[in-house]
Nanobody, 121 residues
Framework: QVQLVESGGGLVQAGGSLRLSCAASGRTFSSYRMAWFRQAPGKEREFVAH????????YYADPVKGRFTISRDNAKNTVYLQMTSLKPEDTAGYYC??????????????WGQGTQVTVST
Protein backbone atom coordinates (compact mmCIF):
# COMPACT_ATOMS: atom_id res chain seq x y z
CA GLN A 1 0.00 0.00 0.00
CA VAL A 2 1.29 3.44 -0.97
CA GLN A 3 -0.31 6.70 0.04
CA LEU A 4 0.50 9.81 -1.97
CA VAL A 5 0.09 13.40 -0.79
CA GLU A 6 0.71 16.29 -3.16
CA SER A 7 1.59 19.83 -2.14
CA GLY A 8 2.99 23.01 -3.60
CA GLY A 9 0.12 24.16 -5.76
CA GLY A 10 -1.14 27.69 -5.79
CA LEU A 11 -1.84 30.82 -7.78
CA VAL A 12 0.97 32.15 -9.96
CA GLN A 13 1.23 34.69 -12.77
CA ALA A 14 1.97 33.59 -16.30
CA GLY A 15 5.69 33.14 -16.75
CA GLY A 16 6.17 32.19 -13.12
CA SER A 17 7.30 28.96 -11.52
CA LEU A 18 6.05 26.44 -9.00
CA ARG A 19 7.44 23.23 -7.58
CA LEU A 20 5.02 20.48 -6.73
CA SER A 21 5.90 17.74 -4.30
CA CYS A 22 4.37 14.32 -3.82
CA ALA A 23 5.25 12.57 -0.59
CA ALA A 24 4.75 8.82 -0.46
CA SER A 25 4.27 6.54 2.49
CA GLY A 26 5.52 2.98 2.60
CA ARG A 27 8.87 1.31 2.09
CA THR A 28 8.30 0.32 -1.52
CA PHE A 29 8.37 3.81 -3.05
CA SER A 30 11.67 3.18 -4.82
CA SER A 31 10.19 0.23 -6.69
CA TYR A 32 7.50 2.34 -8.34
CA ARG A 33 7.59 4.41 -11.47
CA MET A 34 6.08 7.78 -10.69
CA ALA A 35 4.11 10.18 -12.83
CA TRP A 36 2.27 13.46 -12.78
CA PHE A 37 -1.08 13.93 -14.45
CA ARG A 38 -3.34 16.95 -14.63
CA GLN A 39 -7.00 17.61 -15.17
CA ALA A 40 -8.60 20.92 -16.03
CA PRO A 41 -12.31 21.58 -15.50
CA GLY A 42 -14.36 19.98 -18.22
CA LYS A 43 -11.38 18.18 -19.69
CA GLU A 44 -10.05 14.66 -19.46
CA ARG A 45 -7.10 13.84 -17.28
CA GLU A 46 -3.86 14.05 -19.24
CA PHE A 47 -0.37 12.75 -18.74
CA VAL A 48 2.28 15.32 -17.83
CA ALA A 49 5.52 13.56 -16.91
CA HIS A 50 6.95 10.21 -15.84
CA UNK A 51 10.10 9.05 -14.12
CA UNK A 52 11.50 5.57 -13.76
CA UNK A 53 11.95 3.94 -10.37
CA UNK A 54 15.67 4.72 -10.25
CA UNK A 55 15.23 8.22 -11.63
CA UNK A 56 17.45 7.59 -14.64
CA UNK A 57 14.86 8.17 -17.35
CA UNK A 58 12.12 10.76 -17.68
CA TYR A 59 9.34 11.33 -20.18
CA TYR A 60 7.21 14.40 -20.84
CA ALA A 61 4.07 15.34 -22.67
CA ASP A 62 4.75 17.66 -25.59
CA PRO A 63 2.98 20.71 -24.07
CA VAL A 64 5.35 20.76 -21.09
CA LYS A 65 8.64 19.69 -22.66
CA GLY A 66 11.38 22.16 -21.90
CA ARG A 67 9.33 23.84 -19.15
CA PHE A 68 8.63 21.11 -16.59
CA THR A 69 11.10 18.80 -14.88
CA ILE A 70 10.21 15.67 -12.96
CA SER A 71 12.61 14.32 -10.36
CA ARG A 72 12.59 12.07 -7.34
CA ASP A 73 14.42 11.53 -4.10
CA ASN A 74 14.02 7.91 -3.06
CA ALA A 75 15.65 8.57 0.30
CA LYS A 76 12.84 11.02 1.04
CA ASN A 77 10.08 9.04 -0.69
CA THR A 78 9.23 12.13 -2.70
CA VAL A 79 8.71 13.00 -6.34
CA TYR A 80 8.79 16.56 -7.61
CA LEU A 81 7.52 18.51 -10.55
CA GLN A 82 9.37 21.74 -11.21
CA MET A 83 7.24 23.94 -13.43
CA THR A 84 8.65 27.02 -15.13
CA SER A 85 7.38 29.47 -17.76
CA LEU A 86 3.87 28.67 -16.65
CA LYS A 87 1.00 29.44 -18.99
CA PRO A 88 -2.71 29.92 -18.29
CA GLU A 89 -3.36 26.65 -20.09
CA ASP A 90 -1.34 24.86 -17.38
CA THR A 91 -4.16 25.63 -14.94
CA ALA A 92 -5.43 22.31 -13.61
CA GLY A 93 -5.51 19.95 -10.69
CA TYR A 94 -2.20 18.08 -10.62
CA TYR A 95 -2.06 14.50 -9.43
CA CYS A 96 0.85 12.18 -8.78
CA UNK A 97 0.59 8.47 -9.38
CA UNK A 98 2.65 5.38 -8.62
CA UNK A 99 2.77 2.51 -11.05
CA UNK A 100 4.41 -0.70 -12.13
CA UNK A 101 4.61 -2.70 -15.31
CA UNK A 102 2.40 -5.76 -15.46
CA UNK A 103 2.35 -7.94 -18.52
CA UNK A 104 4.14 -5.25 -20.47
CA UNK A 105 1.64 -2.58 -19.53
CA UNK A 106 2.27 0.27 -17.12
CA UNK A 107 -0.51 0.40 -14.57
CA UNK A 108 -0.89 3.16 -12.02
CA UNK A 109 -2.00 1.62 -8.75
CA UNK A 110 -2.02 4.60 -6.43
CA TRP A 111 -3.09 8.21 -6.83
CA GLY A 112 -2.86 11.29 -4.69
CA GLN A 113 -5.70 13.66 -3.93
CA GLY A 114 -4.31 16.40 -6.13
CA THR A 115 -3.10 19.96 -5.76
CA GLN A 116 -4.52 22.92 -7.66
CA VAL A 117 -2.36 25.07 -9.91
CA THR A 118 -3.86 28.28 -11.24
CA VAL A 119 -1.95 30.46 -13.69
CA SER A 120 -3.26 33.97 -14.17
CA THR A 121 -2.68 36.23 -17.16
Amino acid sequence: QVQLVESGGGLVQAGGSLRLSCAASGRTFSSYRMAWFRQAPGKEREFVAHITSNGVATYYADPVKGRFTISRDNAKNTVYLQMTSLKPEDTAGYYCAAGRFRGGRLEYDYWGQGTQVTVST
